[in-house]
């Protein structure tokens, strides 16, 4: 079981860049998926989920309206594409499942199984 998250990079203030998160020894159409990041000195803090039994998705509020969370099914994947990047954007950024198929208790203590994150960061 694995989950891996990629895309991470350097973009400018107002850019753009799309994560991945693979699944793998699983289908993640079974579970909700959700979205961390956790800033330099700051705590890991939950940024998007969706669900598995609706496809609903949820999103904190500073993203809203930048960011947009989705599944391939066919690919295991789900994605978050991330837009009008702002410095405060920057973080190490993970994907972990609460092998359930609501986004309820989208905290993370509330995540079971984590992946490995990756870096975003933007430079103003």
């Known amino acids: 079981v694995q989950l891996q998250a990629s895309g991470g990079g350097l973009v400018q203030s107002g850019g753009s860049l799309r994560l991945s998160c693979a699944a793998s020894?699983?289908?993640?159409?079974?579970?909700?998926i959700g979205w961390f990041r956790q800033a330099p000195g700051k705590e890991r803090e939950g940024v998007s989920c969706?669900?598995?039994?609706?496809?609903?998705?949820y999103y904190v509020d500073s993203v809203k309206g930048r960011f947009t969370i989705s599944r391939d099914n066919a690919e295991n994947t789900v994605y978050l594409q991330m837009n009008s990047l702002k410095p405060d954007d920057t973080a190490v950024y993970y994907c972990?499942?609460?092998?359930?198929?609501?986004?309820?208790?989208?905290?993370?203590?509330?995540?079971?199984?984590w992946g490995k994150g990756t870096l975003v960061t933007v430079s103003s």
């Open positions: 972990a499942t609460n092998w359930a198929t609501g986004c309820d208790n989208f905290t993370p203590g509330g995540m079971k199984y």
């Open positions: 969706i669900s598995s039994s609706d496809g609903r998705t």
């Open positions: 020894g699983f289908s993640s159409d079974y579970y909700a």
